[in-house]
């Protein structure tokens, strides 16, 4: 059983440092993904002390301190740039640590405990987490740590690590609350530390502290990672989880209450899919029972036994190794930030590219978390207004508006992002009039100072 664990702990380790190793094997020392570029300017900024206001976008919105961003400024301090790439990966290896510990709390049986990690180690949720510097891996590292401790005589500890969690985000604030509803009906005895911890997380909803988060997209194909959803599950993890649902749903008597949480949780996060990371520690224990029970099974055959579970087991892992080199090939790429090697000025592109723009010491008009600011409605239409716009005067205007004095163009924004073809609405502006002069890039992003 200690081979198992330790091997098990061994692939963990190897599929959260893949995805980035990877990528600096393919010389792309970018962080991936589009949100960890926010979060590590704001955890550079916090060393020159708190902000009040984000002054990285156009008009400025009101900070609201992070505790995610108070860890990576100490990381960043200690180690450098550096740490942007290892805290998550230390998150989340911290996280799968507590999950095993947890599950010897919670009394689940040995021989079930390795199927469960082995399922929570090849899920793409997690493997995402450690990649993509989100507060994801942090917050669940906290919550799962938090759970732990709240089982135990250093209840106050997990307490106190509940409210950082609480305090990383509303959605983040949510979870930590279904998490202690969930422990208070299945563990009636530890109803004064479930409570007193719960009533401090109501209280941070009350008084409105909760940092912004951007919106992701949602359906089905951000629900499965072999549709293309970053935070999805696997479909063999899927399916197993849902045979792993009809095997435990006989102790729906005993614990009704929490089922019922775990239900409407798991629906929830069809909607909401910052929920999928936290969802995945259930259908990740549904899975590795149902794997568990087939181990267990008596078969008249027993290679076919062996058979069927080598095929489940390559199912997560291939799903999982496909999902990671998805997540390595990840935008930006250094060329991107080779085009915005000029002058600091303030830049117009679209939103997804606004962290990016910010991060490398510009001002960007419009970014994911634009709805923050003090007239987002506003500046949302003049941006809208001047990408459809051939107007030469009416876009000099608006561009005067923000002080923009750079416009960054890639093909992405040509073929679908913003426009249908290319030299549409300001693309065929900046191409054909004197207003604008292109500077060199040596890619196919195109950039174009305004005179």
């Given at each position: 059983?200690?081979?198992?664990?330790?091997?098990?702990?061994?692939?963990?380790?190897?599929?959260?440092?893949?995805?980035?190793?990877?990528?600096?094997?393919?010389?792309?020392?970018?962080?991936?993904?589009?949100?960890?570029?926010?979060?590590?300017?704001?955890?550079?900024?916090?060393?020159?002390?708190?902000?009040?206001?984000?002054?990285?976008?156009?008009n400025?919105?009101?900070?609201?301190?992070?505790?995610?961003h108070?860890?990576?400024?100490?990381?960043?301090?200690?180690?450098?740039?550096?740490?942007?790439?290892?805290?998550?990966?230390?998150?989340?290896?911290?996280?799968?640590?507590?999950?095993w510990?947890?599950?010897?709390?919670?009394?689940?049986?040995?021989?079930?405990?390795p199927?469960?990690?082995?399922?929570?180690?090849?899920?793409?949720p997690?493997?995402?987490?450690?990649?993509?510097?989100?507060p994801?891996?942090?917050?669940?590292?906290?919550?799962?740590?938090?759970?732990?401790?709240?089982?135990?005589?250093?209840?106050?500890?997990?307490?106190?690590?509940?409210?950082?969690?609480?305090?990383?985000?509303?959605?983040?604030?949510?979870?930590?609350?279904?998490?202690?509803?969930?422990?208070?009906?299945?563990?009636?005895k530890?109803?004064?530390?479930?409570?007193?911890?719960?009533?401090?997380?109501?209280?941070?909803?009350?008084?409105g502290?909760?940092?912004?988060?951007?919106?992701?997209?949602?359906?089905?194909?951000?629900?499965l990672?072999?549709?293309?959803?970053?935070?999805?599950?696997?479909?063999?993890?899927?399916?197993?989880?849902?045979?792993?649902?009809?095997?435990?749903?006989?102790?729906?008597?005993?614990?009704?209450?929490?089922?019922?949480?775990?239900?409407?949780f798991?629906?929830?996060?069809?909607?909401?899919?910052?929920?999928?990371?936290?969802?995945?520690?259930?259908?990740?224990?549904?899975?590795?029972?149902?794997?568990?029970?087939?181990?267990?099974?008596?078969?008249?055959?027993?290679?076919?036994?062996?058979?069927?579970?080598?095929?489940?087991?390559?199912?997560?892992?291939?799903?999982?190794?496909?999902?990671?080199?998805?997540l390595?090939?990840?935008?930006?790429?250094?060329?991107?930030?080779?085009?915005?090697?000029?002058?600091?000025?303030?830049?117009?592109?679209?939103?997804?590219?606004?962290?990016?723009?910010?991060?490398?010491?510009?001002?960007a008009?419009?970014?994911?978390?634009?709805?923050?600011?003090?007239?987002?409605?506003?500046?949302?239409?003049?941006?809208?207004?001047?990408?459809?716009?051939?107007?030469?005067?009416?876009?000099?205007?608006l561009?005067?508006?923000?002080?923009?004095?750079?416009?960054?163009?890639?093909?992405?924004?040509?073929?679908?992002?913003?426009?249908?073809?290319?030299?549409?609405?300001?693309?065929?502006?900046v191409?054909?009039?004197?207003?604008?002069?292109?500077?060199e890039?040596?890619?196919?992003i195109?950039?174009?100072?305004?005179?």
């Amino acid at each position: 059983m200690k081979r198992h664990l330790l091997a098990i702990f061994v692939l963990v380790i190897f599929m959260t440092v893949l995805p980035t190793h990877l990528r600096f094997a393919h010389h792309n020392p970018t962080l991936a993904g589009i949100e960890p570029y926010y979060h590590s300017r704001m955890a550079m900024e916090l060393l020159n002390g708190i902000p009040k206001e984000d002054t990285g976008i156009a008009n400025g919105r009101p900070y609201i301190l992070h505790p995610y961003h108070v860890v990576l400024a100490l990381g960043y301090k200690l180690i450098g740039p550096l740490a942007f790439n290892l805290l998550p990966i230390i998150f989340a290896i911290t996280g799968f640590v507590f999950f095993w510990l947890l599950l010897k709390k919670l009394g689940i049986p040995k021989n079930t405990r390795p199927w469960i990690l082995l399922a929570y180690a090849l899920s793409p949720p997690m493997i995402a987490t450690a990649t993509i510097g989100t507060p994801h891996a942090f917050v669940l590292a906290l919550l799962m740590a938090g759970t732990w401790l709240l089982l135990t005589r250093w209840w106050i500890l997990g307490s106190i690590l509940y409210i950082i969690a609480s305090l990383s985000g509303l959605i983040y604030n949510i979870t930590a609350i279904v998490f202690l509803i969930v422990l208070l009906l299945a563990f009636p005895k530890k109803t004064h530390s479930c409570i007193a911890t719960a009533i401090v997380c109501i209280i941070a909803i009350v008084i409105g502290h909760y940092p912004p988060a951007t919106e992701m997209p949602r359906g089905i194909a951000q629900y499965l990672s072999d549709f293309g959803g970053v935070y999805g599950f696997s479909i063999f993890a899927f399916l197993l989880a849902i045979v792993g649902a009809v095997l435990v749903w006989k102790h729906k008597q005993k614990y009704y209450g929490a089922y019922a949480i775990v239900i409407a949780f798991l629906i929830a996060s069809f909607f909401l899919p910052r929920l999928l990371v936290f969802a995945n520690v259930i259908v990740s224990a549904l899975a590795g029972t149902a794997l568990a029970k087939l181990s267990q099974r008596e078969w008249e055959l027993g290679f076919l036994r062996q058979a069927a579970l080598l095929v489940l087991f390559c199912g997560l892992l291939f799903s999982s190794i496909s999902h990671a080199v998805t997540l390595a090939d990840t935008p930006p790429t250094p060329a991107f930030f080779k085009a915005l090697e000029f002058p600091s000025g303030t830049v117009l592109t679209h939103e997804n590219y606004g962290f990016w723009v910010e991060s490398a010491g510009h001002t960007a008009v419009i970014d994911p978390l634009w709805k923050e600011l003090a007239a987002p409605d506003d500046q949302n239409w003049d941006v809208e207004a001047l990408f459809k716009s051939t107007d030469l005067i009416k876009t000099n205007l608006l561009l005067r508006k923000y002080n923009v004095t750079h416009v960054l163009i890639t093909p992405e924004m040509e073929h679908g992002l913003i426009w249908e073809r290319e030299e549409e609405g300001l693309d065929f502006l900046v191409k054909n009039s004197e207003t604008f002069k292109k500077l060199e890039t040596n890619s196919s992003i195109g950039v174009w100072r305004t005179r």
